[in-house]
């Protein structure tokens, strides 16, 4: 299995997104994202994330922008939005899709794309067996992997003891409950089956940063 680092950044009323927010946490908590990126030879997210944030995914750290690492989609039903950065970016061998679709004409798109597809088998709740994928990523070679989940994905990574270390991102701010947003609900799973390996503060960054181990 590969090394598994999680991370997720919260806002201090545990908010992990809130409609028309961009950022939750500050500069300095990004560059340590970035970092993670670097040091990580895939990262993983699910399609909620991808079709909501359409995020980059990339390394961004200056001369390190060639670094950035393999992305990993989790994706069941084949929802990836064709219009979105990951879809535009994908290129041979930079992109895996783990999907159970017979959508053929979507299939076909993808492949196009140079993008990897993996039909993988669903449980009886319909879900991949999240240790079955980090096994078969470890079979293509994948050794670091990043977990940029969202709430679902991170808590049942973190339940199932999937994750080796846990880099909670906490700003200081309060953020609106008055329009859509999501809650981190895996604080429990980590008090109880996680324990503390450091704390990172420093005079220019105002968020708390916590890693936890297994
Ligand atoms: N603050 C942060 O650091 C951060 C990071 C990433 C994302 N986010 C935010 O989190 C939100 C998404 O969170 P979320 O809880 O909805 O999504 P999530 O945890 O990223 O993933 C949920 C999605 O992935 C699928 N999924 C989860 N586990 C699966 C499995 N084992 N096998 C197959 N599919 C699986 C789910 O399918 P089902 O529908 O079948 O459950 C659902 O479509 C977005 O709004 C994003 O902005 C925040």
Redesign the pocket.
């Known amino acids: 299995m590969p090394f598994v680092t999680s991370?997720?950044?919260?806002s201090n009323n545990n908010?992990?997104?809130c409609e028309d927010v961009k950022r939750?946490?500050d500069k300095t908590s990004d560059k340590l994202s970035h970092y993670l990126r670097l040091k990580n030879d895939a990262i993983m997210?699910?399609?909620?994330?991808l079709n909501?944030?359409n995020?980059k995914l990339n390394c961004r750290l200056k001369g390190y922008e060639n670094y950035s690492p393999k992305r990993i989609i989790?994706?069941?039903n084949l929802?990836i939005n064709f219009t979105s950065y990951i879809f535009k970016s994908a290129k041979k061998n930079n992109t895996i899709i783990?999907h159970?679709s017979l959508n053929y004409s979507k299939i076909k798109l993808l492949k196009k794309k140079g993008i990897n597809l993996i039909k993988f088998r669903?449980?009886k709740?319909?879900?991949?067996?999240?240790k079955h994928?980090l096994k078969r990523l470890f079979s293509l070679g994948i050794r670091h992997l990043l977990v940029?989940?969202?709430?679902?994905?991170?808590?049942?990574m973190l339940k199932n003891k999937l994750v080796n270390q846990f880099f909670l991102?906490k700003s200081l701010k309060n953020l609106p409950k008055n329009k859509k947003y999501?809650i981190?609900t895996s604080n429990n799973i980590l008090k109880n089956n996680y324990t503390i390996k450091s704390k990172i503060s420093s005079k220019l960054a105002k968020d708390k940063i916590t890693i936890y181990k297994r």
Do not use: C, H, Q, R
């Open positions: 991370k997720i950044a919260v908010i992990i997104y939750i946490t997210i699910s399609i909620n994330t909501i944030d995020p989790l994706d069941k929802d783990f159970n669903l449980n709740e319909k879900k991949f067996n999240l994928i940029e989940g969202g709430d679902k994905i991170t808590k049942n991102f999501k981190f």
